[in-house]
């Protein structure tokens, strides 16, 4: 393993770990409609949609995410996220903590700054 893999490797373990705990303590909301009404209130710090999610859905939770000027990330699948958080099922993501959030964000860019430089 060369060492930007081993870099992006553990950018990911970070990550899941940081989506864990923002999930046990109950910082991140799921779904579409959870989603968009916690955005309403403006409570939402981070939205994280599944890159393997429907195409409309994506299009449609940007558009809101750009409405209410929520910060957004499309990254990983349903599958694994799902797994992060503990979850089944589910491609949208929302964090409500900012310190959560800002961790979580600086990690997605991370490994993706890491997997651009592979390719």
């Not at 940007?62 to 699948?77: E, L, W």
């Not at 958080?85 to 993706?112: C, M, R």
Request: net charge positive; aromatic share 8%.
């Amino acid at each position: 393993m060369n060492n930007t893999a081993g870099s992006a490797h553990e950018a990911r373990r970070k990550l899941i770990s940081y989506m864990g705990f923002a999930a046990k303590a109950r910082k991140i909301v799921n779904g579409y409609n959870t989603c968009v009404f916690t955005m309403e209130k403006g409570r939402i710090k981070l939205l994280i949609i599944a890159a393997d999610l429907a195409e409309n859905s994506k299009k449609k939770m940007i558009s809101a995410a750009n409405k209410y000027n929520v910060t957004y990330r499309v990254f990983g699948d349903s599958e694994e996220m799902s797994h992060m958080t503990g979850t089944a099922g589910k491609g949208i993501f929302g964090i409500t903590d900012e310190n959560f959030a800002n961790v979580i964000l600086k990690e997605i860019d991370h490994i993706e700054a890491l997997e651009r430089e592979v390719f």
